[in-house]
């Protein structure tokens, strides 16, 4: 991978992808243009290749962020989107933990989007884990929402009605979830409708 310079800053789109080598001098930028930027755009994207990446940093840079921003929701809502989007093994956990965090209400859609959907429709890594963690996940989550917002949890279910293309073995784990979902009670007719669709491919 080449490393483009401006000045002596790699600039950001290559940096992501050296951070993810553990390169010492990327992972070293990273911070320091979370440190020094004085912008929300720049420590954004800085602490997202942060996240990506195994440093003894990181830690402190979700805490500082979400420290700088916790009175501004939207930014918040990223900082979830962010950690979501980690392509590291553990993020289905992490999401999880997450979901206690105080800034996180299940009853805002916006937040379960950022957290919930981000992971469930955008990280395709950690989603599609071997052992479909990623999906019992998502249909405990649609269950849940069911009553209070079923049109949230209609929406939520996007990656799971693609069961179809994927490989045998995962189709049936994909399929599983849905039939799961199917047999329970007092479904809203939202669900339903995407559920029933799906299976019915």
Known sequence: I???????????????????????????????????????TDRLAALSQL??????????????????????????????????????????????????????DIRNPNKVRALIGAFCGQNTVNFHRKDG??????????ISLNRSNPQIASRLLVPLTKWAKYLPTVQERMREQLQRIMAEPDLSNDVY???????AE
Request: charged share 15%.
């Open 51 to 104: 996240v990506n990446s195994d440093n003894s940093y990181k830690a402190q840079a979700l805490q500082r962020f979400y420290q700088d921003w916790q009175h501004e929701p939207l930014v918040i809502n990223q900082w979830f989107q962010v950690q979501a989007m980690c392509q590291l093994p553990g993020t289905l956990e992490k999401v999880q933990s997450l979901m206690g965090h105080p800034a996180f």
């Open 133 to 142: 963690a990623g999906y019992g996940f998502l249909a405990d989550q649609v």
């Open 2 to 40: 080449s490393a483009c310079l401006v000045g002596s800053e790699m600039c950001i789109r290559d940096r992501s992808y050296v951070v993810c080598t553990g390169s010492d001098q990327a992972i070293a930028a990273a911070v320091s243009q979370f440190e020094q930027s004085r912008n929300m």
């Open 193 to 199: 409708e995407v559920v029933s669709k799906s299976l």
